[in-house]
């Protein structure tokens, strides 16, 4: 178990290093020049179109539907688990940079909407198919099909073991393991050295059979669960943090200035500045895309199936996922 800790930790520290963090902050920068800042010129007529399906689009589920689907897996976990793990591993300062990457990341967003629109494609069950490996092939050429199947494959891999499945199944079992059984008396089996309780295995069970009910249903169920979960997620999300705002109001200013400070290493020794500011960056970076998905590419996968003839209206629908 160890070992794998350690091969995870090499992994993620050379995946989520001074390359890739200098990469999506230099792509976001990048479009939101060449859209000459897009996301914040148009926000306003961004949430109105989430809000006002197109009447005449052609596709599967509405564009509120399809938003509803991508942010079904970052509201809540992704913004209480990232947040947290943020500050822990990368200290307040890291709040900054999510927010830093967040911001250039609407405008990463907004093109990943578009593309899914303009280059998805019908299959011959009349299925709306589109996402990143779709306009790879169809908007570079046939040539750069290879780099399709290898988005596929590392976009699956991060289903699956990133934000996907583990980080939400083990949030949601964690939490209620504290609740039921803070003491973990109750072992129900061990694997790999691994203590799992009977709240941990019963939980799972029920989070396993309700995802299977909504899955099974296709696109169009995951949708229609969506448009009445998630908005309700991202209300009561809201007002928890609006209520915990109000009875800490007095400690957000010195908060402010601690999340300021930390950012650029301020609070560091001088040797060490540089190195707590690069922390800081890489954390909040690296969380602030499992928050809200901005290059990710899982998103345009459900806006591709979108019912919308414009693709420029998607992309601000999409769009609108990060800012939320």
Known sequence: MEKLTEFVTMVDGWVWGIPLIALILLCGIWLTMRLRGLQLRHLGKALKFMVKNEESGEGEVTSFGALCTALSATIGTGNIVGVATAIAA????????????????????????????????????????????YYIENGMGSRWKWLAKLFALFGMLAGLLGIGTITQINGITSAANNFFDPDKSGIAFTLFEQD?????????LLITACAAL??????????????????FMAVAYVLCCLILMVCNAKAIPAAVVEIVRSAFGMDAVAGGALGAMMVAMQKGIARGIFSNEAGLGS??????????????????????GTFI
Do not use: C
């Open 90 to 133: 990368g200290g307040p300062g890291a709040l900054l940079w999510m927010e830093v990457a967040a911001l250039f990341g609407m405008a990463t967003k907004y093109s990943e909407g578009f593309l899914a629109i303009k280059y998805r494609t019908i299959d011959k069950n009349g299925h709306y198919l589109g996402g990143p490996f």
């Open 299 to 320: 998103a345009p996968i459900a806006a591709a199936a979108a019912k919308t003839k414009e693709p420029v209206r998607q992309g601000l629908v999409t769009m609108t």
């Open 196 to 204: 799992y309780t009977w709240t941990t295995v019963i939980m799972g």
């Open 214 to 231: 909504v899955i099974i249903g296709g696109l169009k169920r995951i949708s229609q669960i969506s448009q009445i979960v998630v908005p």
